[in-house]
């Protein structure tokens, strides 16, 4: 009977239990009844009685409960990426390659080509890549921006000079409607998979790899497939294309990466990777 007394005694003095203050002491000394949403449950817990207050809120129901696990169920599959040491290692590469070498070049070449020159060189670039948004607007039955597409497509690269000016936005306001693969296979529901960073382009995820081959079979700026229209035969004129066209595009957004940087605060790879991730989940649901 005494180990008996002994064992429960301990058992109430060092679990925790919870009070719940059905009655409250007025300033004249006497008990008054305190309604059911005003009452307070405390926790007593430990050799020291310690007591902090529940907050209703944490008295989770199993449907609150089940929330709660969702949610951190949510986060941990977020945070998944097996590939971080190379991520972060391939992130200070292209971080590294962008300050020392490609800003210097870009800068450069902007002293040397005007504005006006570059822009235009842009707006051809990007009038010829029609085929990769037509075609991914139609996969997501997007039939009145496809037909946009193929409005802008039209007017640009006639009254437009080959696409080297933009009438068809001045003039007759039809708007840029950027899809590609990547985004399709969002819209039929694929998984971002794992992130990755890739040389020089930097931040991707396995979908939007998937995605770029199938942008390239389409883009008449690569030499894969025997697509008649294409421009590059050899894959050397592709990375000429590729080089020349993050240059050109480099010089008309100087300093936009360097003011992002300053966000970051001292871990860049988190942060790029945050950054490109929510971008992407915006241009799918859009």
Do not use: W
Request: with cysteine; charged share 25%; aromatic share 12%.
């Amino acid at each position: 009977m005494k180990n008996l007394i002994i064992f429960l005694f301990i058992i109430i003095t060092f679990n925790a239990c919870s009070v719940t203050s059905h009655y409250k002491v007025t300033e004249n000394l006497e008990f008054e009844y305190v309604n059911e949403k005003d009452r307070k449950t405390y926790e007593l817990f430990g050799k020291e009685r310690a007591i902090k207050e529940i907050q209703k809120d944490s008295l989770t129901s199993n449907d609150e409960f089940e929330d709660d696990f969702s949610d951190e169920f949510k986060d941990a599959k977020e945070s998944m990426d097996p590939l971080e040491p190379y991520n972060r290692v391939m992130t200070s590469f292209n971080d590294f390659m962008y300050i020392n070498f490609l800003t210097p070049v870009a800068k450069g070449y902007a002293e040397v080509v005007p504005e006006e020159a570059r822009v235009g060189i842009s707006n051809f670039l990007h009038n010829i890549t029609f085929p990769i948004r037509f075609v991914n607007n139609i996969l997501q039955f997007k039939i009145n921006y496809a037909a946009e597409e193929l409005g802008r497509f039209a007017v640009n690269s006639t009254v437009g000079i080959l696409g080297f000016m933009d009438p068809a936005k001045e003039s007759f306001n039809l708007e840029k409607r950027e899809e590609d693969f990547g985004q399709t296979l969002g819209y039929y529901g694929v998984g971002e998979g794992f992130h990755i960073v890739l040389p020089i382009y930097g931040p991707s995820n396995l979908r939007d790899v998937i995605g770029s081959v199938g942008d390239n079979y389409i883009n008449p700026l690569t030499d894969v497939s025997s697509i008649k229209y294409k421009i590059p035969d050899r894959p050397e004129k592709t990375l000429g294309i590729t080089v020349f066209s993050t240059l050109n595009r480099t010089s008309l957004n100087l300093g936009k990466y360097e003011n992002l940087k300053k966000d970051a605060i001292d871990d860049l790879y988190p942060f790029l990777k945050d950054i490109y991730t929510q971008n992407r989940e915006k241009l799918i649901k859009e």
